[in-house]
Every structure is written in structure tokens, then in C-alpha cells.
């Protein structure tokens, strides 16, 4: 699999960290400037919430495929977004589903014993955010969906949705945040060793059945009934299954 550049530059970073906040969206409200010079003219300026469900205008809507018998869309499976009332602001604009907050500190702070210094970089991501990183982006570059979606889930399809995955990155090399190097940091082997103790997972491993980037910095928590039954789709298409012996009568 060819190497992927540095996700710093694929993917807005202010984007991709700083989702909405419930204080922000109060702000979001229709601007109406009126300009009276002989006639009327009206000029509205409308901002979604980050957290209505409406479905969002997405550009070139003939170019994206329907999803897979079995749900998946470009090779990403669906997921719902975490109710508010079950995230905690781990960090200022860095929420998580309650649960996977707790296990995430506690790992940090055991890593931290241990000499290695883990950074939450992206957390709770709603429709919306997701929404302007796929599609915007992918109009930019003049990708194709397909193309797009190697490096970046279609709304409704992150795993980011949960409040359950998270992107993290080592504090001693922030050079390497987002990108394939981070597999070369203390951090990353640090996690390999022990990532399985807290219940996190590696969500995209190299040459993965979906056909998603490697992202060796992209975790998830599977330490509830609730995260296990979120994950199990993707968990079990994942999971190659042993070849059956092929016997001559």
C-alpha cells in the first residue's frame, strides 16, 4: 500500500479538533441585514446546528454509491452520534462518551508513569463536522469518493460519531501526529503493549478488509456492552477467516 501523506495537510486540522460546541451553536443564529436604498433588498445569512439531524446538501450526490448489502459505504460501516448527555470534555474542544473518557485518562496517566506522553488530538466528531471533511475537501482536491473516503469516513460513517474513537499522538513528536510515522513513536509501542489493558483497539490497521488508510494514531474503545455491539460489524468483517481445507475425493 502506498505511503499516505501527513493527515495535517489532507485534513483541515481546525476542522478536524474543534467540533461545535453546545455554546457555540447558541451563536449560530439567522443574520438578517436589512439594506433600504430606494427598494428593499434582504440578505439572510443562515448557520446550521451542528447537532440537528436534517440531512445535509451533500455536492455531486450522483457520484456516491449506494451502501453495501451489508451496510457499509465505501468501506466504512455506519454509526449513530453519541447522545450529549453521555460526553465529557476530556480537554478543551475534545469531548468522549463518558466511559471511554475514564479509560483514556487512566491509560494516559499510566503512560505518563511509564515515560511516554500521549496527546488526545481528535475525539467526538457530530454529522456536521464529518460532513465538511469529507465533502468540501474532497471538491478541493477533485477527489473521487472513493479516493476521499481511504482517508476520511463519509458522514454518518466515523467512527468519530460514537464518542468511543479517538486520534491521539505522541507529545515528544508532534512532527508526526495524524501520519503512517507515528507507528515509529514511543507512544505507538507503548499502546501496542498495552492499549489492549484499557480496552482500546486499532480501528485500521495496515491492509484492513475495509480498505481504509492506515491509521496507526485511529483507536477506538470497546470496553462496554454498548461499544462492543457499536463495533462488532466492522470487528468481525475485519477479522480474516482461516482458509477451509480443500479435500479430494
Given at each position: 500500500m502506498p505511503k499516505v501523506?501527513?493527515?495535517?495537510?489532507?485534513?483541515?486540522?481546525?476542522?478536524?479538533?474543534?467540533?461545535?460546541?453546545?455554546?457555540?451553536?447558541?451563536?449560530?443564529?439567522?443574520?438578517?441585514?436589512?439594506?433600504?436604498s430606494g427598494i428593499l433588498v434582504g440578505?439572510?445569512?443562515?448557520?446550521?446546528?451542528?447537532?440537528?439531524?436534517?440531512?445535509?446538501?451533500?455536492?455531486?450526490?450522483?457520484?456516491?454509491?449506494?451502501?453495501?448489502?451489508?451496510?457499509?459505504?465505501?468501506?466504512?460501516?455506519?454509526?449513530?452520534?453519541?447522545r450529549g448527555e453521555d460526553l465529557v470534555e476530556v480537554i478543551p474542544g475534545r469531548q468522549l462518551h463518558g466511559d471511554a473518557a475514564a479509560a483514556f485518562l487512566a491509560m494516559q496517566r499510566d503512560a505518563a508513569a511509564a515515560g511516554v506522553q500521549l496527546r488526545l488530538l481528535s475525539a467526538f466528531r457530530d454529522r456536521e463536522t464529518q460532513h465538511n471533511l469529507f465533502f468540501p475537501v474532497m471538491v478541493e482536491r477533485s477527489q473521487r469518493p472513493e479516493e476521499r473516503a481511504q482517508v476520511s469516513a463519509p458522514p454518518g460513517y466515523s467512527e468519530h460519531h460514537t464518542g468511543y474513537a479517538l486520534d491521539l499522538g505522541d507529545a515528544r513528536?508532534?512532527?508526526?501526529?495524524?501520519?503512517?510515522?507515528?507507528?515509529?513513536?514511543?507512544?505507538?509501542?507503548?499502546?501496542?503493549?498495552?492499549?489492549?489493558?484499557?480496552?482500546?483497539?486499532?480501528?485500521?490497521?495496515a491492509g484492513n478488509r475495509q480498505g481504509v488508510a492506515y491509521e496507526p494514531w485511529h483507536w477506538?474503545?470497546?470496553?462496554?456492552?454498548?461499544?462492543?455491539?457499536?463495533?462488532?460489524?466492522?470487528?468481525?468483517?475485519?477479522?480474516?477467516?482461516?482458509?477451509i481445507p480443500q479435500h479430494n475425493n
Open positions: 501523506t501527513t493527515q495535517l495537510d489532507e485534513i483541515p486540522v481546525a476542522r478536524r479538533l474543534t467540533p461545535s460546541t453546545p455554546q457555540q451553536k447558541q451563536g449560530l443564529l439567522p443574520v438578517l441585514i436589512l439594506v433600504v440578505t439572510v445569512v443562515l448557520l446550521r446546528p451542528t447537532q440537528d439531524m436534517t440531512p445535509l446538501t451533500d455536492p455531486l450526490p450522483d457520484l456516491m454509491p449506494q451502501p453495501e448489502a451489508d451496510g457499509r459505504l465505501l468501506g466504512h460501516f455506519s454509526y449513530p452520534i453519541a513528536h508532534p512532527q508526526l501526529d495524524l501520519d503512517e510515522a507515528f507507528d515509529q513513536t514511543d507512544a505507538f509501542a507503548w499502546l501496542q503493549r498495552h492499549s489492549s489493558r484499557y480496552h482500546f483497539r486499532l480501528s485500521f490497521p477506538r474503545w470497546e470496553g462496554s456492552s454498548h461499544a462492543l455491539e457499536l463495533f462488532e460489524q466492522a470487528r468481525r468483517f475485519n477479522v480474516s477467516a482461516a482458509p
